[in-house]
């Protein structure tokens, strides 16, 4: 489930479609339920952009190993 989840083609959905029901619950849901509707699909949306930022790991400001 996790090389599932952290394929590049899923992080795009889940970073577009999460950022898009975000936006839309944020104006079609009043009140404090709309809200929090869409800081939650942010989050996961956000989440999803970092994941497909690529990491750095094992390299120095010079950039060797």
């Known amino acids: 489930m996790?090389?599932?989840l952290s394929a590049r083609p899923v992080?795009?959905?889940?970073?577009?479609f999460n950022?898009?029901?975000?936006?839309?619950?944020a104006v079609a849901v009043?009140?404090?339920q709309?809200?929090?509707?869409a800081v939650?699909?942010?989050?996961?949306s956000?989440?999803?952009?970092?994941?497909?930022?690529?990491?750095r790991r094992g390299t120095t400001q010079l950039g060797r190993a």
């Not at 950022?19 to 619950?25: P, Y």
């Open 11 to 16: 992080l795009w959905f889940l970073f577009l």
């Open 34 to 37: 709309g809200v929090m509707a």
């Open 46 to 55: 956000l989440g999803a952009g970092f994941g497909l930022v690529p990491s």
């Open 40 to 44: 939650g699909m942010g989050l996961v």
């Open 2 to 4: 996790k090389s599932f």
């Open 19 to 25: 950022g898009a029901v975000a936006a839309l619950r």
């Open 30 to 32: 009043d009140g404090a």
